[in-house]
C-alpha cells in the first residue's frame, strides 16, 4: 500500500482527516506527539530536546542549537523504523521532511480558511475571536520560522506536497474521499526502486542515530548517507581519533555493508 504524511496548519481540520483515512484504510494514525514520545523512547533521549528540534526556533542562548538537525534525525528514524513495520498515517507539522526521497509515500498539505480556522480554535480552546486570532498567528509564525531556519523554506510552499486541500474551500469528507481514491488506485504503491530508497534512507538515518547518541561521536557534527548498505558519513569531527571512532561506530550499525568516512578534522564553529 503507501504511506502517508499530512502536513497541516493548526485548526485546519488536518487531525481528523489523517484519523478518519487512517481508519478507512486500517492504518495506525500517529501524531507529532505521538511521534515524539516514541523517538524519546526509542533513543533514551531526552524529550525536551527533541520537542525542539520539531517546532521551536532556535534560541541564541541553547548550547546546542546546532545539533538540531542530529535530533530532528532521530525523530525521523523513530518514524521510518515505524514504516518499516507497517504503513501509517502520520499528521502534523513538517510531516514531508520526515521522509524526503521515497517514492510510495503521499505527502499532503492540509490548510484552511482564516473563518474556519478561527471558528474551530474558539471551539476547540474557548475563549474569543480574538484570542483564536492571537493562537493562529503565534503558532503560524512559530513554525514558518522553524522551516526558514532548518531547511531555508516556507513549509505551505505547494511543490512539496502532492495533494493540498484547502478546508472550508472543500469539505474534510471530500478531502478524505479524493485521498481514499488515489490509494485505492495504487499511484502510491511500493516498487521495488522505491523499496530500495526507502531502506536507504532508512539506514542512514539510524547510522546518523547511532553517531548522534554515541558519547565519543556525539560532539561532532556528521551526516549520513546510504545506498545499498554502503554508507557515506560527511561533517566535522574535532580530532583523528574521533575520527577514526565515527567508523567503528557506524560499521556496527546492523545493514552497513562498508562505510566511506569523508568527515574532516578541525574546529566546530558554532553559528
Known amino acids: 500500500m503507501a504511506i502517508i504524511t499530512i502536513s497541516r496548519t493548526v485548526f485546519s481540520g488536518g487531525e481528523q482527516v489523517a484519523q478518519d483515512v487512517a481508519s478507512e484504510l486500517g492504518y495506525p494514525c500517529l501524531s507529532r506527539k505521538e511521534l515524539i514520545h516514541g523517538a524519546a523512547e526509542d533513543f533514551d533521549f531526552e524529550e525536551t530536546k527533541l520537542v525542539e528540534a520539531m517546532a521551536e526556533p532556535p534560541k541564541l542562548w541553547q548550547r546546542d542549537r546546532d545539533k538540531r538537525e542530529a535530533h530532528f534525525n532521530l525523530i525521523r528514524a523513530a518514524f521510518l523504523k515505524r514504516c518499516d513495520e507497517q504503513d501509517l498515517v502520520y499528521h502534523g507539522f513538517s510531516g514531508q521532511e520526515l521522509i524526503r526521497q521515497v ?22 480552546l474557548g475563549g474569543d475571536r480574538e484570542q483564536a486570532m492571537a493562537h493562529i498567528k503565534a503558532s503560524d509564525k512559530k513554525f514558518d520560522k522553524w522551516t526558514r531556519h532548518m531547511y531555508g523554506f516556507e513549509w505551505r510552499d505547494p511543490s512539496l506536497y502532492d495533494l493540498v486541500f484547502n478546508i472550508g474551500r472543500v469539505s474534510v469528507e471530500s478531502a478524505e474521499e479524493v485521498i481514499l481514491r488515489i490509494i485505492a488506485r495504487g499511484d502510491f504503491n511500493p516498487t521495488d526502486a522505491s523499496r530500495q530508497k526507502f531502506a536507504d534512507e532508512l539506514l542512514a538515518s539510524l547510522v546518523w542515530s547511532t ?27 574535532r580530532s583523528e581519533r574521533i575520527l577514526n571512532a565515527i567508523t567503528d561506530v557506524a560499521e556496527n550499525v546492523e545493514g552497513v555493508i562498508e562505510v566511506e568516512n569523508e568527515v574532516s578534522i578541525g574546529t566546530i564553529w558554532r553559528t
Open 211 to 237: 553517531l548522534t547518541r554515541n558519547e565519543e561521536t556525539s560532539g561532532s557534527y556528521l551526516e549520513a548517507t546510504a545506498l545499498k548498505g554502503y554508507v557515506t558519513i560527511t561533517g566535522t569531527a
Open 103 to 124: 517514492p510510495h509515500v503521499l505527502r499532503i498539505l492540509v490548510i484552511a480558511d482564516e473563518a474556519y480556522r478561527v471558528e474551530t480554535a474558539m471551539t476547540q
